[in-house]
């Protein structure tokens, strides 16, 4: 079943025509991984999600505490029998009806769905994870791009082109050609001590995952984190490559074309974040 403004339907297939996010991508998104009932990260998801409200000028209901968001995702598997299992769980909110580019209201809905998953905590992929550079489209830098919205594009392209070619995942570029993340995460780079991740100014998404190994990397004084740009020469000189996103944890990258990858430094990492999520 699904929540929509809190109230549940299983009528998961019906969908208005003039929906906004349907029809102009005007909404936005969370994914938030749930183990046997315990979410994760959910104060930034939450704080994510209003500050994206704002930027996108849709109204804020006073209701949206976070609170009321921890209340209504677990009414959500509580209706789903998923209070006992690892969980998916999706939040939309699209603007409503009303209006063309220019809306009418600024009021929205929210729609909170859960779907079921295997991990109950991050394990580190094993087996070899190849990806290359998509160069058909680029993400412009800025604000929007950064934001979790309907308009993906980009990554459903990308997604295609890397099943056509065999490739696990690529990597996109923004319009200076630097490598901004992955289609489905953000991307860091270590070389030697040193560990980069593309800055937000240079368009990549503003990802929870990446923010939780910022802040581990800040205790770890044997590393030095650097938010600076990524020239795509600088991929096959580095000693290890990984995508980070909420529900998978870390994946590192073994294959970039030539090159092979470790993954110690990934490893640690990890260890380090599954630590915070049972102590959270």
Known sequence: MI?????????????????????????????????????????????????????????????????FFNSQILKTLEKNNMLNISVRVKIQIHRNSGGLYLPTT?????????????????????????????????????????????????????????????????????????????????????????????????????GIMRQQIINVLELLPDYTLEEASIAPFELQKADELFITNVIQGIVPITNYRKKKFGNATARLILQKINVKVRLS
């Open 3 to 67: 929540n929509i403004n809190g109230n549940f339907s299983d009528n998961t297939q019906v969908l208005l025509i003039d929906n906004r996010g349907y029809s102009y991508g005007d909404a936005l998104f969370e994914t938030i991984k749930i183990s046997y009932g315990k979410i994760l990260f959910l104060e930034d998801h939450y704080f994510r999600l209003m500050a994206s409200m704002r930027i996108m000028r849709m109204e804020i209901p006073m209701s949206f505490t976070l609170e």
């Open 106 to 206: 600024k009021e929205v809905t929210f729609i909170i769905s859960a779907a079921a998953i295997d991990n109950d905590f991050y394990l580190l992929h094993e087996g070899t994870y190849q990806v290359d550079l998509f160069k058909d489209f680029y993400v412009s830098p800025g604000l929007l791009s950064t934001l979790k919205t309907n308009n993906r594009a980009l990554n459903v392209v990308g997604s295609i082109y890397a099943k056509e070619n065999d490739f696990d995942n690529c990597l996109v570029l923004n319009t200076n050609k630097s490598v901004v993340e992955a289609l489905n995460g953000n991307l860091f780079l270590v070389k030697g001590n040193t560990i980069k991740t593309p800055p937000l100014a240079d368009g990549c998404l503003k």
